[in-house]
Structure formats: structure tokens, C-alpha cells
């Protein structure tokens, strides 16, 4: 479960920071996510490339990292990290060099607001799924 999380990478979107993660064992989670535009892009034990990235698996990764950080929707995490007021100095977990607009859009969640909303609701009572961190 050894992983490294960085604040101020460079949102390949909107140029604001992110939050990444680099995983120092093989095959779990690592990702690249936006809390200003909704931007994420990541991969996982069953995710190995844009192509295995749905829009239900990126919402349920930034439930997980909203889960991570106790905060409850992107707005609120983007505070908890420290707003805009970082350096964006960190490198990005993945290169984007290669990627139109278009396809860096597709990454975002499409109401980064609302995220959470509901799994609030849905995991009170329950026994409480670990988050992969
Ligand atoms: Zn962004």
C-alpha cells in the first residue's frame, strides 16, 4: 500500500493543481486529479490505459479520493489541499503530451461539484469499504 501523494502538478485542463499519486508497488491505484475542473485520469489493477477509463469508473476513483481526504465533493478538497495558492512544480504522474483537448475533456467528470453527494447516503450504516489507499 506504499504510494506517494504530491499537491501542485499542473492540470493538463484548466493549468490549475493537482493532486497525484505515484504508486511504488506494481498494480494499484495511480492517478492524476484535477478538484478545480474534475480532471482525472488514473490506473489501477483493472485499469491499464484510457480505453479501460468509464465515466462510472471515474467517478467511483474520486469517490475513493474524496473518501481519502474526508471531504465530501471537489470544492471541499480543493480548499483542504490548498486552493491555488501552491507552486506547480510537481511533475504529473502521466505524460499528456500526446493527448488533444478533446481527449483531456473527456477526462473530467462532466459536475465535479456534486460528486459524493450521494454515497454519503448510500454508505452510512454499511460497513465501511476501505478506500484503496
Ligand atoms: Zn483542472
Not at 511504488?24 to 480532471?39: K, R, Y
Request: hydrophobic content about 30%.
Amino acid at each position: 500500500m506504499a504510494g506517494v501523494e504530491a499537491y501542485g502538478a499542473k492540470c493538463p485542463c484548466c493549468s490549475k493543481a493537482m493532486v497525484s499519486k505515484h504508486e511504488t508497488g506494481v498494480g494499484w491505484l495511480e492517478f492524476d486529479a484535477c478538484p478545480s475542473c474534475g480532471f482525472l485520469n488514473w490506473t489501477s489493477h483493472d485499469v491499464r490505459g484510457d480505453g479501460d477509463q468509464t465515466d462510472a469508473g471515474r467517478s467511483k476513483v474520486w469517490e475513493d479520493i474524496l473518501h481519502h481526504y474526508h471531504c465530501e465533493n471537489l470544492p471541499e478538497l480543493r480548499k483542504f489541499l490548498g486552493g491555488d495558492e501552491v507552486d506547480l512544480n510537481e511533475p504529473t504522474k502521466f505524460d499528456y503530451s500526446g493527448y488533444s483537448v478533446e481527449e483531456l475533456n473527456a477526462k473530467r467528470v462532466v459536475e465535479p461539484s456534486v460528486i459524493l453527494k450521494d454515497l454519503v447516503e448510500l454508505s452510512e450504516g454499511s460497513s465501511d469499504p476501505k478506500p484503496p489507499f
